[in-house]
Each structure stands twice: as structure tokens, then as C-alpha cells.
Antibody
Framework: QVQLQESGPGLVKPSETLSLTCTVSGDSMSTYYWSWVRQPPGKGLEWVGYISDTEKTRYNPSLESRVTISLDTSRTQFSLRLSSVTAADTAMYFC???????????????WGQGTLVSVSS | DIQMTQSPSSVSASIGDRVTITCRASQSVSSWLAWYQQKPGKAPKLLIYSASTLQSGVPSRFSGSGSGTDFTLTISSLQPEDFATYYCQQANSFPPGFTFGPGTKVDIK
């Protein structure tokens, strides 16, 4: 059974870059899509972006100018970089494995436990 | 962008009750709709995809229906472990991407 684990700093200063890594274990990264989803405290879920196993990326248009997602299959990891952060980027960040096909569309099949990132000086 | 709404925003129910949550998309998403359950401090858990397909391991008291713009999640007989927040998600693979509904909190009456 696949397991996902987020890691990275829990505190980032305003205007700096947030960097998180998700380590995948228990299954291959092939044929899946790898996403980041965030949730501000007490609020709902927001999709940040994904990267496919062939390194095709797609980002939430509201974040696209600041987001980069990359893949390292040799380490079975994928990473998120979000630049120029503000307090509005304070959230629980989840990594998730996605299924994407013409029949089912895209859904988030397995999730990491999440990591809280606060933006503050 | 496709906007998602859910109703009600919260519902109080008792053990054994039938609970129905509605999700509406601002434009058709065909059957590309998923439902998730989230408990406090935990990651969301996939319940249903393709509007009505039960994810492996999810109890059969959960069911989904609908297509186009209107969808429902039904819990046929509410159990103690079902008290949580439920989110729908439009799963349309085309740009601009995927959006979640605002959530429906199911709590104890």
C-alpha cells in the first residue's frame, strides 16, 4: 500500500520561498499523477498543482506564477516550491497521489498526513 | 473556472439517520465528481469517484449519484465514525484544474 510523507520547514518568512518534499513508498510512481493540496487553518481544500510520471505539470491558475512542482523518481520524491509567500499561504500542505483518465477524470486516491507551514517574520 | 457549491454547510444528525449532502457545479462536469471525508487533524479520505463508484474499503452505507451539475452523497445509516466534514471535488481533467466544494460538516445532534 502506498504511503506518502511530507517534509520541510514549518516556518517561512514573508517574501521567501516555501519548499516541501513528498516521499513516496510502497509503490511505483509510474502511471500516477502527484499533487499538492493545501488547506488554510479552519478553511477548505485548494488544489495547488500536479506533476505526472512523465513530468507534465499543471498548476492552479491562481498560483501558477509562483509554483513549481518537480519529480525525482530515483528518490521516489516530488517537491513543491512556492515563491514570494505571504501570510495567505499559511496552510496545511498535503501531498496526494492522483488517478487521471478520460473515464474517471482526476481524483486524489491516497494522501499524506500533511504538514503545517506558517508564513511569519 | 468551475465553481462548486455544497448544501447544507452543516447538518446535525443522530446515529442511524439517513444523511444526504448535495453538490452543485457551475457547469457540467459529466460524471467527473469525487467525494472525500475529512476528520479534524487528518488528511481527506477518498470515498467515491466518478460520481457513484465506491472506493475500495469504503462501507456500502456511502453512496453517490448524479451527473452534469447536480450530485448527492448519501449516508444510509449514520455511524459514530461518520461525523466529519465532507467535500466534493470536480474531477474534470481539462484546464484550469480541479476545485473542491466548501464542505459540509456532519455533527452529532
Amino acid at each position: 500500500q502506498v504511503q506518502l510523507q511530507e517534509s520541510g520547514p514549518g516556518l517561512v518568512k514573508p517574501s521567501e520561498t516555501l519548499s516541501l518534499t513528498c516521499t513516496v513508498s510502497g509503490d511505483s510512481m509510474s502511471t500516477y499523477y502527484w499533487s499538492w493540496v493545501r488547506q488554510p487553518p479552519g478553511k477548505g481544500l485548494e488544489w495547488v498543482g500536479y506533476i505526472s510520471d512523465t513530468e507534465k505539470t499543471r498548476y492552479n491558475p491562481s498560483l501558477e506564477s509562483r509554483v513549481t512542482i518537480s519529480l525525482d523518481t530515483s528518490r521516489t520524491q516530488f517537491s513543491l516550491r512556492l515563491s514570494s509567500v505571504t501570510a495567505a499561504d499559511t496552510a496545511m500542505y498535503f501531498c496526494a497521489r492522483g488517478i487521471n483518465n478520460i473515464v474517471t477524470g482526476y481524483y486524489f486516491e491516497s494522501w499524506g498526513q500533511g504538514t503545517l507551514v506558517s508564513v511569519s517574520s | 473556472d468551475i465553481q462548486m457549491t455544497q448544501s447544507p454547510s452543516s447538518v446535525s444528525a443522530s446515529i442511524g439517520d439517513r444523511v444526504t449532502i448535495t453538490c452543485r457545479a457551475s457547469q457540467s462536469v459529466s460524471s467527473w465528481l469525487a467525494w472525500y471525508q475529512q476528520k479534524p487533524g487528518k488528511a481527506p479520505k477518498l470515498l467515491i469517484y466518478s460520481a457513484s463508484t465506491l472506493q475500495s474499503g469504503v462501507p456500502s452505507r456511502f453512496s453517490g449519484s448524479g451527473s452534469g451539475t447536480d450530485f448527492t452523497l448519501t449516508i444510509s445509516s449514520l455511524q459514530p465514525e461518520d461525523f466529519a466534514t465532507y467535500y466534493c471535488q470536480q474531477a474534470n481533467s481539462f484546464p484550469p484544474g480541479f476545485t473542491f466544494g466548501p464542505g459540509t460538516k456532519v455533527d452529532i445532534k
